[in-house]
């Protein structure tokens, strides 16, 4: 959003710094630009990961952490604790000794200004301890089944239904857990029916019904996201009726028998109960070994912040962060990777389905098994509406919750919205004070890459100004990774919208310094801590991301294309991946799509997930449905509240859409927005049905008309705006997206050129904030380059910043044509630049805009070297 600052900016400025608690980012305009760009506050400080290893803390250990911290530009830790492999210290977690270090290092980060978030839960995913009840648990409808040939049922007897295998089977209960595990059953309906002939079911029933969500980044085969049709082929063989259905909840006996008749017939009954889904927190220290909390419940999820972050402050006597705490301190509450699998039941679903969807989801229980009921649209669409009704009380209850509770003591909440989760990443994302992603060390570990497409549009729509990203994650890394070989993975990432590297991971040193490299997280991540032997040489690159990430955070991103995503869930968001560059075979590094072998495939296998995704000339975010019922449109952009702004809409090509958001999108239309997609053709919900289906007909009506598809792009005037759609959409189609050169046409037909474009293999981002418009250019060739840059901004002097050194001068040999500004530029092997766009001024063909570089020395004798041997250095020789 652009800010105007008038009388008494510095004292402003100064407030905002002060009072900011969610991001800690700062926004400056006129000279402060400068004097942040050449001395970044510590908002702009990139932060690590601070992984404690089950026990082993120590104050003196945590006091050299910070002051390293601080000693190399770190500004921000994210406190976790976890069971990583490395063998248990003597500090059981939350015991008094545990809880007046963890104190000391509340005010040790305070005194040296390092802001500290904490996570939900012990270890580094969920919210779950001991203290988690079993009541109060993971849970899942479950369900044993008996056929019966007899009218009379008396003494037929309904077997218990059994747990359904954990999912993460290998995380190990304590005794006490395990018997909670196996014993925890209540029961929730009898139902009967007349047997159906055959055996047909709804096919991937475990994922539809939200039993089990794997990771879509490191298990080969989990879908993206769970399909819709307006068309499903009939069942062969005859279907439940709901109508013939018979509650049999009330005749069934203690042990299990029911008592009474059914008509004559075949009849199968089916016991349904609720289970614990035997998720526990993982990895978490052995004292924080417990049961995940009901992620669909607010008592539950508020007993146990009570007992685990509530229970903590109180003993660090913390009450509230507020506008006159330190920088540094508990600013944040974080919830990490999402690896507790699912759930698909909560005390009061019921209840809370009937008023969310208005009709009772009891007759439809079978279908959390497969068995067809009505007909399989029927059943299809029930499972729609329960995966729906299991995402908005995850968001609202959980999520939303948490996020309260953070708020009430000043804090923010930040959140990974991606992988394993049961609801849409984007809707996950959209939840979060602070939406986060993560990227591995290219080559190292899994591909998380559309992570930061998710994290960084939801931040780009809501005016979040900092996306925290988890860096460098590794496998195995050898303590071989260094500033040098990151720093063209780490300009993909300033490029892609992240704008404070978090790496992961610094380990906390609990031991004396004699003990070198000390403690380490197992084989997990890259080796960021004081143990480094660059540790201290590490402020240059720091630097260089402070002034960078500074930059970053003012303003807002300038992109052209809102891709919306379809309804549903679980959802991820991948663009089109004709919208990114192709790769430069000769330096683009190839991730390792892993599986569990981490089995490195062919770039063809993985054209879409191998590389480092850098966008084309038009930049473009990723829109979940709640957050486009905020839009509004002006002058034919599409505008948020935030100042977020784009000039199309696109569509999925997606058969089913509710009425709300078609309705929704009939009026950006008419207020005259530009939307390029097909119609859907039905609801996706039993909701209202079958009312709902002749509401969508009658807006697609409104909207596409009721003229034949276009051969190839056809254009429909609606209201003010316009409908664009064809053929050549369908036929093009790529991740449920138009191939990205056919959305370029279209912009290009309304007299939008590309935001950036060069003849050399560039990398670009664009943020603009007053009269500032702020590129940064990134080399990502592997070899020096000469090239003209072309910018979408006219009448402007171009200026270069270089985040490296923190010098400003003037560009002053440039052109424009067409409302462009053609700058001639030349970058050495992974260079990179901020072009700055603020002063008035003609174009100049005046001398080049970078100097020619004489020999000073040639090296061409030889010389000494050799290696500390307190830090394992044993040879000494010449080079």
């Known amino acids: 959003m652009k800010n105007k600052y008038w009388g008494g900016v510095i004292a402003l400025l100064i407030l905002a710094f002060v009072n900011v608690q969610c991001d800690s980012s700062v926004r400056f305009i006129g000279d402060t630009l400068e004097e942040g760009f050449k001395s970044p506050p510590k908002g702009a400080n990139p932060g690590v990961y601070w992984y404690f290893m089950d026990g082993n803390l120590s104050k003196e250990g945590i006091t050299k952490d910070l002051e390293s911290m601080v000693q190399v530009g770190i500004s921000h830790a994210i406190f976790l604790e976890v069971n990583a492999g490395v063998p248990r210290g003597k500090v059981d977690m939350l015991s008094p000794e545990w809880m007046d270090i963890f104190k000391h290092m509340v005010s040790e980060s305070e005194r040296l200004g390092v802001r500290l978030s ?514 509004t449109v002006k002058d034919g952009r599409i505008i948020f509240p935030s100042g977020a702004e784009y000039s199309i809409l696109v569509l999925p090509n997606w058969e089913t859409m509710t009425p709300d958001i078609l309705k929704k999108i009939k009026e950006l239309v008419i207020g005259g927005a530009t939307v390029v997609g097909m119609p859907p053709k039905k609801s996706p919900s039993l909701q209202n049905y079958p009312q709902c289906d002749n509401e969508i007909k009658a807006l697609v009506k409104d909207i596409w008309g009721e003229g034949e598809m276009p051969i190839t792009v056809g254009k429909r005037m609606v209201g003010k705006g316009q409908i664009i759609w064809g053929q050549d959409l369908i036929k093009n189609q790529d991740n449920l997206y138009p191939d990205y050169d056919c959305t370029a046409s279209i912009l290009s037909d309304m007299n939008i050129p590309e935001d950036f474009t060069s003849n050399g293999a560039l990398r670009y981002t664009h943020r603009t904030v007053a009269e500032y418009d702020i590129y940064f250019v990134s080399n990502r060739s592997g070899k020096k380059i000469q090239t003209d840059c072309i910018f979408r901004v006219d009448n402007k002097i171009p200026e270069l910043w270089d985040a490296v050194t923190g010098e400003i001068r003037d560009l002053k040999s440039f052109s424009t044509k067409d409302g462009q500004t053609i700058v001639p530029m030349q970058f050495d092997i992974d260079q990179s630049f901020f072009v700055v766009f603020r002063k008035k001024g003609e174009p100049s063909s005046g001398k080049s805009n970078f100097s020619s570089f004489t020999t000073v020395l040639t090296l061409d004798k030889p010389w000494s070297v050799s290696f500390d041997p307190s830090k394992g250095g044993r040879r000494k020789g010449c080079i």
């Not at 304590?174 to 029961?187: A, G, H, I, L, V």
């Not at 980044?217 to 307006?230: C, E, H, N, R, Y």
């Not at 720091?542 to 679980?570: A, K, W």
């Open 118 to 631: 904490i996570a939900t839960g012990p270890g580094w995913a969920g919210t779950g301890g001991p203290w988690v009840d079993v009541e109060e648990s993971m849970q899942h409808l479950v369900a044993s089944t008996v056929v019966v040939n007899a009218s009379d049922i008396s003494g037929v007897i309904l077997p218990k239904p059994v747990a359904r295998k954990r999912f993460y089977g290998d995380f190990v209960f304590t005794p006490e857990q395990r018997k909670d595990w196996e014993n925890f059953y209540e029961d929730v309906a009898v139902l009967a029916f007349p047997t159906p002939e055959g055996d047909e079911t709804i096919v991937d029933t475990d994922e539809k019904a939200l039993y089990g969500r794997h990771p879509f980044s490191s298990m080969f085969g989990v879908k993206q996201f769970l399909p819709t049709s307006a068309s499903y082929p009939e069942a062969e063989g005859s279907v439940v009726n709901p109508a013939d259905m018979i509650d049999l909840t009330s005749r069934l006996r203690a042990d299990g028998s029911i008592e009474g008749t059914l008509p004559e017939g075949r009849w199968t009954i089916m016991r349904f109960g609720v289970r614990n889904t035997g998720a526990v927190t993982s990895p978490a220290p052995a004292p924080g070994l417990g049961f995940e909390t009901d992620k669909m419940d607010t008592t539950a999820i508020s007993h146990h912040l009570n007992n685990f972050v509530g229970e903590i402050f109180r003993y660090a006597g913390f009450q509230k962060r507020t506008s006159r705490s330190p920088y540094g301190g508990l600013a944040m509450l974080h919830f990490d990777s999402w690896e507790m699998g699912s759930q698909n039941w909560t005390s009061k679903f019921r209840e809370e389905f009937k008023q969310r969807r208005k009709y009772d989801p009891q007759p439809f229980y079978p279908a959390y098994t497969g068995v067809i009921v009505g007909s399989r649209e029927l059943t299809e669409r029930f499972l729609w509406d329960l995966r729906k009704t299991i995402q908005e009380l995850i968001l609202e209850n959980h999520l939303g919750y948490i996020r309260q509770y953070a708020h009430e003591y000043g804090l923010g909440l930040s959140i990974e919205p991606y992988d394993m989760t049961p609801v849409a990443d984007l809707e996950l994302a959209a939840a979060a004070d602070v939406p986060m992603c993560e990227f591995w060390r290219a080559g190292f570990g899994f591909n998380t890459t559309f992570s930061l497409m998710e994290a960084t549009s939801v931040a780009h729509l809501k005016g979040q100004p900092v996306v925290p990203a988890e860096s460098f994650t590794a496998l195995n890394d050898g303590w071989d990774l260094y500033p040098g070989q990151l720093k063209n993975q780490t300009d993909w990432a300033l490029a892609s919208g992240v704008n404070r590297m978090m790496f992961h991971t610094f380990v906390h040193q609990c031991f004396p310094d004699s003990v070198k490299p000390g403690m380490t997280m197992g084989g997990i991540g890259v080796q960021w801590n004081r143990n480094q032997t660059w540790w201290e040489m590490s402020k240059a690159y720091h630097d260089y991301l402070s002034r960078s990430q500074f930059l970053l955070q003012q303003g807002r991103t300038v992109s052209d294309i809102l891709y919306f995503c379809p309804e549903g869930n679980p959802h991820v968001f991948k663009a089109p991946v004709s919208a990114y560059n192709k790769p430069d075979s000769a330096y683009d590094v190839l991730y390792i799509h892993a599986n569990t072998t981490f089995e490195k495939r062919s770039a063809s296998e993985n054209q879409d997930v191998n590389i480092l995704p850098d966008k084309r000339g038009y930049a473009f975010d990723a829109c979940p449905p709640s957050l486009l019922y905020k839009a």
